[in-house]
């Protein structure tokens, strides 16, 4: 599998992606950062990369067709600050790397994950 970390994600992510034999990158690795969802996922689409992402709007299944991207997750934290978002990112990254991401939109709350 291969990811692309937006930018409201905490670039630590990326060292316990590669480091676990993922290749990923970030938008800033791109200059990405600041484009709209739509050039975003059409650089996920043409790469070939699971989009990690805390923006709900890209969760919108009426305006981004999971089936059309390589697998979108959308992570969606109870408490807000980086230290908190990333703790709650590496608690559930473990049991998303096991799963096949695919094609479907993940959305990750403090009450599980689901599949859309």
Do not use: C, W
Not at 20 to 46: C, F, H, M, N, Q
Not at 85 to 111: I, M
């Amino acid at each position: 599998m291969r990811f692309k970390l937006d930018e409201n994600l905490p670039v630590e992510i990326l060292a316990e992606l590669r480091s676990a034999g993922y290749e990923a990158d970030s938008v800033y690795d791109e200059k990405l950062d600041g484009e709209p969802d739509s050039t975003i996922l059409a650089r996920v689409r043409e790469e070939e990369r699971i989009l990690l992402t805390l923006d709900k709007g890209i969760g919108d299944i009426r305006s981004y067709n999971p089936e059309a991207y390589p697998g979108i997750v959308l992570f969606r934290p109870g408490s807000t600050g980086r230290g908190a978002t990333l703790a709650f990112v590496q608690k559930h990254l473990p049991r998303l790397l096991g799963l096949n991401l695919t094609g479907h939109l993940f959305v990750v709350t403090g009450k599980g994950i689901r599949t859309r």
